[in-house]
C-alpha cells in the first residue's frame, strides 16, 4: 500500500501481517495496532512524545534484572495486572477472589509444620498475628492436602529479597492443610509498603500524581492438583491504602478482621479466613 494516510495507516499494517502467523498472533497485533494508533489519532501524540516514551521504556529495561522486573510494576500501576487476572480468573461458582501475585514471589519457601512461625527474626515492637482458617471447595468440602504458601513484608516494608539484613526467605513459608482443610501459621501484622519507585515506575507514578502505597496484606497462594490454584492477598481492615492502593488489587471479600487474639495463642492478634478453590477446568 503506497499514499499511507492517517485514516489508511492501521489497514496497511493489518495487511502487513503475514498469513502464514497463528491465530491468535493475528488477533493480538490486529487489535493492539488498532488501540495504539487510535490512541495516537485522539491525542494527537507528538514525535517528542512518542521519543520520550520509548526513553521511558529504554530506563524500565535498563533497571530490570532477573530480582526485578519494572515493566510488571508499570502494568500493576496502569491497572493492567489486576485487569488481566479478573479475566483469567472470574469467579464462576462461589471461589474465593483472587487478585494480583505482585513481583516479590520466590518458589521453594520453607516446609513448615500447622501453626509456625514465618518470620526468622524477632521484631518485638512489631505486632503479631495467629492466622488461620479451613481451605473448601465450591461443594463446602474440605479439601486435604492443598499447599498453603505465604509471604509478606517485614516491618521497614521490604520484602527479604529486598533487603540484605533478613534471613533468606524471612517471613515466607509452606503449610499444609489438614482433613479438615485448616491450615494455621503466625505472622507479623503486615505493614503497608511503597512499591519500588526509584526507577521508570516511580517516574509513571509522579506523572501521574499518584502515591506509591499498598495497603498491609498477606500473600497467598494456595494449590492442589485437580483444583485451579488460587493466587490472592488478605488485607488488613484497618490498614491505610484500602481504598487506594497503588496497584489497584484490593476486594471487599479479600479483607479480614485482625481481632485480639485469646491468650493461648501467644499472638496479639487473630486473623480467621477461609478459602475457597474451584475444580480445575
Ligand atoms: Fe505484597
Redesign the pocket.
Known amino acids: 500500500m503506497r499514499n499511507i494516510t492517517i485514516e489508511t495507516i492501521t489497514e496497511a499494517v493489518e495487511r502487513a501481517l503475514g498469513e502464514d502467523i497463528p491465530a491468535r498472533n493475528r488477533e493480538l497485533l490486529t487489535a493492539l495496532v488498532r488501540h495504539i494508533h487510535d490512541f495516537a489519532r485522539e491525542v494527537r501524540v507528538s514525535h517528542g512524545e512518542l521519543l520520550q516514551a520509548c526513553e521511558f521504556l529504554r530506563r524500565a529495561g535498563d533497571i530490570s534484572d532477573e530480582k526485578r522486573n519494572e515493566f510488571i510494576l508499570i502494568a500493576d500501576i496502569l491497572g493492567l495486572e489486576v485487569l488481566v487476572d479478573m479475566l483469567d480468573h472470574k469467579v464462576v461458582d462461589g471461589e474465593s477472589e483472587s487478585t494480583v501475585l505482585?513481583p516479590?514471589y520466590r518458589e521453594q519457601a520453607p516446609v513448615l509444620p500447622t501453626g509456625a512461625d514465618i518470620s526468622q527474626k524477632s521484631y518485638p515492637e512489631q505486632a503479631t498475628v495467629y492466622v488461620h482458617g479451613a481451605v473448601r471447595d465450591t461443594d463446602g468440602r474440605p479439601i486435604e492436602g492443598a499447599v498453603v504458601d505465604v509471604?509478606?513484608?517485614a516491618p521497614n516494608g521490604l520484602?527479604e529479597q529486598q533487603d540484605p539484613e533478613q534471613p533468606d526467605y524471612n517471613l515466607r513459608g509452606r503449610f499444609t492443610s489438614d482433613a479438615e482443610g485448616g491450615y494455621a501459621f503466625r505472622a507479623l501484622r503486615p505493614v503497608p509498603?511503597p512499591i519500588p519507585y526509584d526507577g521508570a515506575a516511580g517516574e509513571l507514578l509522579r506523572y501521574m500524581g499518584h502515591h506509591p502505597w499498598?495497603p498491609g496484606?498477606i500473600?497467598f497462594k494456595i494449590s492442589k492438583p485437580g483444583y485451579q490454584a488460587l493466587i490472592t492477598?488478605i488485607y488488613d481492615a484497618e490498614t491505610p491504602y484500602l481504598d487506594n492502593d497503588a496497584v489497584f488489587a484490593v476486594k471487599e471479600s479479600l479483607v479480614g478482621d485482625f481481632l485480639p487474639a485469646p491468650p493461648e495463642l501467644g499472638t496479639d492478634f487473630a486473623l480467621t479466613f477461609d478459602f475457597i478453590l474451584r475444580p480445575a477446568a
Open positions: 505482585g516479590f509471604w509478606e513484608d520484602y509498603y499498598r496484606h500473600h492477598q
